[in-house]
């Protein structure tokens, strides 16, 4: 085997590490003339580190992509660099150095992740391979609270929603620009574009069957109000089709990978029926392992427009234990009473909690306590559901809204995305 520290060991991304073909995406005619051409990267395009390849936009000077092989069973835990450096085989003229990350919220996020891919037979040959993720042309403009936040628990999903009969994972992420995206400018440096969204394809082996998911989470251009930027974000992860991240990244993926995607693109009325889909193309919320789409799962149908009943507050963290005090209150916004029989709340990860009586109009109900229910501090989401499974309405609440003896309120839904990355279609119940 090579000695891990030589060029020999950057073997990168392998298309055939998962026993199926998978190789690298093509470039469709508005990306090709972008791409970095070097004689010192592989076919002149790649650049190869341990376990993972990149492939650079010239004109954004970021990746295109970073595709990454993920070893579960040969992960270890080793060290961190933070040694970031410049890829001379790229040309540092392709490559945001750290005038663009010093002085200001934006982070060197990662595109292979540093602990997906410190992985080898060796610990030695994991931490080379931790540190070779530390290099500018794998970096893209990340805000810290999506870098540290909501991209960090996909990187975590990716690592939770595997077989354990493989342990191998292939990887794919990249920025989306969209048509407005924000940019920089330091002092006495060209100005960059921050991407508007990221995108990640991870692909695995499940029961023998190649399995594909697709992600789009974007970075909310109304998020940053003053000055300093250090408002948090709101984010919101979304699974969609391939075929949608082709679309604004100008990528061509391998067919046997939006092939294996579970989420639609193009009409299908045979999937229309099957499955409840009742717009395309798909996209679904994603707030945790439980909320992703499979193959063959029928889907939820969503109430169009704003809802007459809303999940209006939650105890998430009473005083006191918390199973029994902890409390959800709903709100009838609606001229009418309703009556709840046959409706029900989830959380998505334990069995749903049955609701009857009457909600009369203009009024309140609390709800203590919301057993079979559990309102995690650590964030969590909460679904209503009408007598006919129609989703009536969902809220989701982060670790750092939760306050001891605090309820979070909902009211608010003043959920703005980023340009160009465009909020799921309601689906008619």
Known sequence: MPDPLSIASKQGYDPDFLGVNLPLPEFGPELIDFIVLRDQLRDGVFADYVNYTVATHAQQRTPVFSAINIDQAKLKDVSRSNNWRIDTRIGSEFQLNNDYYRSNPWDRGHLARRASAAWGETSRQAKQASDDTFFYANASL????????????LEDWVLMDTPDETDRISSISGPIFGDNPRSIT????????IPSAFFKVVSYIRNGDLEVRAFIMPQDAAAIRDRDGRQFFD???????VTEI???TGLIFPS????????????????????????FPERIEVDDPAHMVAMGDVRDFVMPGPSSVMIAAAMVDPTGPDRKNEWITLFNLSGQDIDLAGWELSDSLRPAMPLDGVLEAGTALRMVPVEPLQLGNQGGTLCLYDADHCRVDRVRYRQDEV??????????????VAPDIVAPKALSC
Do not use: M
């Open 403 to 416: 306050q001891e003896g605090v309820p979070i309120n909902f009211f608010d839904r003043s959920r703005p």
């Open 256 to 279: 046997v990978i939006p092939d294996q995607n579970p989420l639609f693109f193009n009409f299908d009325a045979e999937a229309a029926e099957a499955l409840r889909i009742s717009s």
């Open 246 to 248: 082709e679309e604004q």
């Open 142 to 153: 990340q805000h810290a609270n999506f870098n540290q936040d909501e991209w960090l628990a």
């Open 186 to 193: 330091p002092q006495g440096r060209d100005t960059a574009l």
């Open 235 to 241: 984010n919101q992860r979304y699974q969609v089709s």
